[in-house]
C-alpha cells in the first residue's frame, strides 16, 4: 500500500503560478511512477504529467511548456511547478502514484484559474 498526501493548489489568477506537491508513504520501493491527474466538471480525469523512477517524463499537449513535474527521491515527493496558468486548467488535480501492478490515487486539490 501506498499512502499519498497532496498540498498546493487554491485560486490564481490568469497567468499565475501554483505549484502542488504529494508526499508518498508506505511501499515507496515499488513505485514506478509518480504524477498529476485532473479531472474539471463534466469531464473525464486526464494525465497531465508523469515521472518514472528513471527519470523520464511526459506531460499532456496542452500543459507543455508551462508545466515542469519533478520528484524529490529523498523526500518521497512529487511536485508540479503550473506556470502561465489559463481557466481551462482549473479542476481538481489528483496525485496518482503507480506502485508494482496497482494504481493510488491522492485526495485531490482544487485548482482554480479566475479573475
Known amino acids: 500500500q501506498v499512502q499519498l498526501v497532496e498540498s498546493g493548489g487554491g485560486l490564481v489568477q490568469p497567468g499565475g503560478s501554483l505549484r502542488l506537491s504529494c508526499l508518498a508513504s508506505?511501499?515507496?520501493?515499488?513505485?514506478?511512477?509518480m504524477g498529476w491527474s485532473r479531472q474539471a466538471p463534466g469531464k473525464q480525469r486526464e494525465l497531465v504529467a508523469q515521472v518514472t523512477t528513471g527519470g523520464s517524463t511526459n506531460y499532456a499537449d496542452s500543459v507543455k511548456g508551462r508545466f515542469t513535474i519533478s520528484r524529490d527521491n529523498a523526500k518521497n515527493t512529487v511536485y508540479l511547478q503550473m506556470n502561465s496558468l489559463k481557466p481551462e486548467d482549473t479542476a481538481l488535480y489528483y496525485c496518482?502514484?503507480?506502485?508494482?501492478?496497482?494504481?493510488?490515487w491522492g485526495q485531490g486539490a482544487q485548482v482554480t484559474v479566475s479573475s
Open positions: 508506505g511501499s515507496i520501493f515499488s513505485i514506478r511512477a
Open positions: 496518482r502514484v503507480v506502485a508494482g501492478a496497482n494504481v493510488y
